[in-house]
């Protein structure tokens, strides 16, 4: 009985200090998530970097402290135009070997880490560096270059089959399509499906139609499909 | 005040992590004067009171230290002379020489951005004080009243006083000497007993109230051979900084035998209070936090390895985001102008700053070509990029010309850019230059 309680206060505190996703992505989370959590955002049709970059200008914009870790590919500037605090971001260039340390020692500090999850993939003290991130509720997101889909046609499952990064929470972009391209001369917006997972969010999975990246280059939420089927 | 003669070189666009690269040009530079500082990668000062009677004034001097410079880093160079480091580094980047005791009406124009302390240009920004002329005017009691000792530093900078060569009194008492017994070879634990023995000579130096932005380094080697090299920094050196200075010097010389002593000597000093943040202004735990974690960050990948971005509108992609070392300020020109051919938004979520070659083929296998007047020849059909799988082109627009630079000869590019849209919805950019395709960017 005592154990039942002492895990249902667990619970209960848990629930009650869950944060949310900057909008528009806190509707893929509606109760929110776990402070301290790692997110895994993938996407086999394109689009992860863009829900990175909206995530970290959102946090940034808020005055927290963010942290790029070897993504050199990210467009800063993409984040800028999304209304990034730029003052707020810290980029480090570090080789792979030095990251577990290098991230270790700015988890304190830093609300928002984002990393190629190829590092991710390869770490092995990656418990350890899990457990301090929730710790210190510094939210550890994880995103794949998209040259390596395109150079080696390999997708997050590639990755992620020998590793054991098990993502608290993930978000998929699931199906994309994009506004012509001849009509209007050059690309204009692109239409997104996310879907929201992960084994924190006990099997629940989230269905949602964006605009990323809509025209201003902001990501716009478009209509609710509901939950998915398992 | 007495302050130095300083020379500044500063090579645009050099690498932050490159401290080696710079060695050659160090060594050149050491033919004009033994007084020579690599300040970060990409800035280098040296002493011009000695070499500037020798080459025949200081304009000549700076002369021939740029086309000696230039010659050796393949790229244009700044050089400017001043009165202390603050000033020579905005001199050299108008490539100007300002005549001694000149600094105050050369700084009077300056905005207030170019100060070293962000926080107290920002604050002067909001106070209407735009320009260093003006905040040069304020009474020194009221900027240490209202701005703290922060402050009243910025002030004598702006005054054309820079406080960080005040005193030269290089004394034993200063200085810090460790022998290496065994000697050793392993660099890593080097730059740890650097660190160590900075800490020790940081702490000498705080009992008396001191502080130090020149010091010489010097290292003994097994096989009797030695290295001194003058080191400068803008702000007071910390343990940290001294470690980073023995890993660079280091990396400079490149021993063939194991290290067996390190002495650092103390060449300026000046007053902590300087540089002492005031007890209530500053008080900021998160910003605190974040520069504790990042010093301790700096001691494992290097300081120039942790960067600060800022927005800088620009045609390219790559020139958009600069990036300065954490706790510098961004002096960044005003360039927000309508910039033609500048890609329009939305842009890539992903830029490649060294673009992968690709293979852009017609229905007939043939490379796509592009006329002189920027019209396609014939039609891209599949793309893929070496060894990998081959992807069918959907859609595609363009292309556009972009020619860069067209007034520098060895600088001028010139590039033609398409938008693909992929079987896989994947959206790239890519461009054809020097006769090759490359993938620029991918929209994802």
Same mark, same amino acid.
């Given at each position: 009985?005592?154990?039942?309680?002492?895990?249902?206060?667990?619970?209960?505190?848990?629930?009650?200090?869950?944060?949310?996703?900057?909008?528009?992505?806190?509707?893929?989370?509606?109760?929110?998530?776990?402070?301290?959590?790692?997110?895994?955002?993938?996407?086999?049709?394109?689009?992860?970097?863009?829900?990175?970059?909206?995530?970290?200008?959102?946090?940034?914009?808020?005055?927290?402290?963010?942290?790029?870790?070897?993504?050199?590919?990210?467009?800063?500037?993409?984040?800028?135009?999304?209304?990034?605090?730029?003052?707020?971001?810290?980029?480090?260039?570090?080789?792979?070997?030095?990251?577990?340390?290098?991230?270790?020692?700015?988890?304190?500090?830093?609300?928002?880490?984002?990393?190629?999850?190829?590092?991710?993939?390869?770490?092995?003290?990656?418990?350890?560096?899990?457990?301090?991130?929730?710790?210190?509720?510094?939210?550890?997101?994880?995103?794949?270059?998209?040259?390596?889909?395109?150079?080696?046609?390999?997708?997050?499952?590639?990755?992620?089959?020998?590793?054991?990064?098990?993502?608290?929470?993930?978000?998929?972009?699931?199906?994309?399509?994009?506004?012509?391209?001849?009509?209007?001369?050059?690309?204009?917006?692109?239409?997104?499906?996310?879907?929201?997972?992960?084994?924190?969010?006990?099997?629940?999975?989230?269905?949602?139609?964006?605009?990323?990246?809509?025209?201003?280059?902001?990501?716009?939420?478009?209509?609710?499909?509901?939950?998915?089927?398992? | 005040?007495?302050?130095?003669?300083?020379?500044?070189?500063?090579?645009?666009?050099?690498?932050?992590?490159?401290?080696?690269?710079?060695?050659?040009?160090?060594?050149?530079?050491?033919?004009?004067?033994?007084?020579?500082?690599?300040?970060?990668?990409?800035?280098?000062? /040296?002493?011009?009171?000695?070499?500037?009677?020798?080459?025949?004034?200081?304009?000549?001097?700076?002369?021939? =230290?740029?086309?000696?410079?230039?010659?050796?880093?393949?790229?244009?160079?700044?050089?400017?002379?001043?009165?202390?480091?603050?000033?020579?580094? /905005?001199?050299?980047?108008?490539?100007?020489?300002?005549?001694?005791?000149?600094?105050?009406?050369?700084?009077?124009?300056?905005?207030?951005?170019?100060?070293?302390?962000?926080?107290?240009?920002?604050?002067?920004?909001?106070?209407?004080?735009?320009?260093?002329?003006?905040?040069?005017?304020?009474?020194?009691?009221?900027?240490?009243?209202?701005?703290?000792?922060?402050?009243?530093?910025?002030?004598?900078?702006?005054?054309?006083?820079?406080?960080?060569?005040?005193?030269?009194?290089?004394?034993?008492? /200063?200085?810090?000497?460790?022998?290496?017994?065994?000697?050793?070879?392993?660099?890593?634990? =080097?730059?740890?007993?650097?660190?160590?023995?900075?800490?020790?000579?940081?702490?000498?130096?705080?009992?008396?109230?001191?502080?130090?932005?020149?010091?010489?380094?010097?290292?003994?080697?097994?096989?009797?051979?030695?290295?001194?090299?003058?080191?400068?920094?803008?702000?007071?050196?910390?343990?940290?900084?001294?470690?980073?200075?023995?890993?660079?010097?280091?990396?400079?010389?490149?021993?063939?035998?194991?290290?067996?002593?390190?002495?650092?000597?103390?060449?300026?000093?000046?007053?902590?209070?300087?540089?002492?943040?005031?007890?209530?202004?500053?008080?900021?735990?998160?910003?605190?936090?974040?520069?504790?974690?990042?010093?301790?960050?700096?001691?494992?990948?290097?300081?120039?390895?942790?960067?600060?971005?800022?927005?800088?509108?620009?045609?390219?992609?790559?020139?958009?985001?600069?990036?300065?070392?954490?706790?510098?300020?961004?002096?960044?020109?005003?360039?927000?102008?309508?910039?033609?051919?500048?890609?329009?938004?939305?842009?890539?979520?992903?830029?490649?700053?060294?673009?992968?070659?690709?293979?852009?083929?017609?229905?007939?296998?043939?490379? =796509?070509?592009?006329?002189?007047?920027?019209?396609?020849?014939?039609?891209?059909?599949? =793309?893929?990029?070496?060894?990998?799988?081959?992807?069918?082109?959907?859609?595609?627009?363009?292309?556009?010309?972009?020619?860069?630079?067209?007034?520098?000869?060895?600088?001028?590019?010139?590039?033609?850019?398409?938008?693909? /849209?992929?079987?896989?919805?994947?959206?790239?950019?890519?461009?054809?230059?020097?006769?090759?395709?490359?993938?620029?960017?991918?929209?994802?």
């Amino acid at each position: 009985m005592s154990t039942f309680l002492s895990s249902a206060q667990a619970l209960s505190q848990e629930i009650t200090s869950l944060v949310h996703l900057p909008e528009p992505f806190d509707s893929l989370f509606p109760n929110g998530i776990i402070p301290g959590s790692s997110v895994l955002i993938k996407g086999e049709t394109g689009g992860a970097s863009s829900i990175a970059l909206s995530i970290l200008a959102k946090m940034s914009a808020k005055g927290n402290w963010c942290c790029v870790v070897s993504m050199p590919w990210i467009t800063l500037e993409v984040a800028y135009t999304m209304g990034a605090n730029l003052e707020n971001i810290a980029v480090l260039d570090c080789i792979p070997t030095k990251i577990p340390q290098v991230i270790s020692h700015i988890l304190p500090a830093t609300s928002l880490v984002l990393i190629d999850a190829e590092y991710l993939f390869s770490m092995k003290n990656l418990k350890l560096l899990l457990s301090k991130a929730r710790n210190t509720t510094t939210i550890i997101i994880a995103s794949i270059n998209p040259i390596k889909a395109f150079s080696c046609n390999l997708n997050s499952a590639d990755f992620s089959r020998n590793s054991s990064f098990m993502p608290d929470y993930s978000i998929t972009a699931v199906k994309s399509y994009w506004d012509s391209l001849n009509r209007s001369k050059r690309v204009l917006n692109r239409h997104v499906t996310i879907e929201s997972g992960g084994r924190r969010t006990h099997g629940l999975r989230i269905r949602k139609d964006f605009l990323l990246p809509s025209e201003t280059g902001e990501a716009v939420l478009l209509r609710d499909q509901g939950l998915v089927e398992l | 005040m007495n302050q130095d003669r300083l020379l500044v070189v500063l090579v645009p666009g050099w690498p932050p992590q490159d401290a080696e690269g710079l060695e050659p040009v160090i060594k050149n530079l050491i033919d004009f004067t033994p007084g020579v500082s690599l300040i970060n990668p990409g800035r280098i000062a /040296l002493l011009t009171l000695g070499p500037s009677r020798y080459f025949g004034g200081e304009n000549s001097l700076a002369e021939k =230290v740029k086309t000696s410079v230039s010659k050796i880093v393949k790229r244009p160079v700044n050089v400017g002379i001043a009165d202390g480091l603050f000033a020579a580094t /905005l001199a050299a980047k108008q490539n100007r020489t300002i005549l001694k005791g000149k600094n105050p009406e050369f700084l009077y124009t300056m905005p207030v951005g170019v100060l070293p302390n962000s926080e107290v240009a920002g604050l002067l920004m909001k106070l209407g004080i735009k320009t260093l002329g003006l905040f040069a005017k304020l009474d020194r009691k009221a900027v240490l009243e209202r701005l703290g000792t922060g402050g009243m530093w910025c002030h004598m900078l702006a005054c054309g006083n820079d406080p960080t060569l005040i005193t030269t009194n290089s004394s034993d008492e /200063l200085a810090k000497y460790l022998e290496i017994d065994p000697p050793i070879e392993d660099f890593d634990r =080097v730059t740890f007993l650097a660190k160590q023995l900075g800490n020790e000579l940081i702490e000498t130096l705080e009992m008396k109230g001191l502080c130090t932005t020149t010091i010489e380094l010097e290292l003994g080697f097994e096989d009797g051979s030695n290295s001194k090299k003058l080191w400068h920094n803008e702000l007071p050196f910390t343990a940290l900084d001294i470690a980073d200075r023995t890993r660079w010097q280091l990396n400079f010389i490149q021993p063939v035998s194991s290290l067996s002593s390190i002495n650092i000597n103390v060449i300026s000093s000046c007053v902590t209070g300087l540089f002492q943040d005031s007890l209530f202004t500053s008080f900021n735990s998160k910003s605190q936090a974040i520069e504790k974690a990042l010093k301790k960050v700096e001691g494992i990948i290097g300081g120039n390895a942790i960067k600060i971005p800022s927005y800088l509108p620009s045609r390219n992609l790559e020139d958009s985001i600069q990036f300065k070392r954490f706790g510098e300020t961004h002096n960044l020109e005003n360039m927000d102008f309508p910039w033609p051919g500048k890609l329009p938004a939305p842009l890539p979520a992903a830029y490649y700053h060294n673009p992968t070659v690709i293979k852009v083929l017609d229905e007939n296998g043939e490379k =796509v070509l592009i006329t002189s007047r920027a019209l396609c020849k014939n039609t891209p059909s599949t =793309v893929s990029i070496k060894n990998g799988p081959l992807f069918k082109v959907k859609d595609w627009c363009g292309p556009w010309p972009r020619e860069e630079r067209w007034w520098d000869i060895e600088r001028w590019k010139r590039k033609l850019l398409i938008q693909v /849209l992929l079987e896989n919805e994947m959206v790239c950019l890519l461009s054809l230059f020097k006769e090759e395709w490359h993938l620029e960017a991918i929209y994802d």
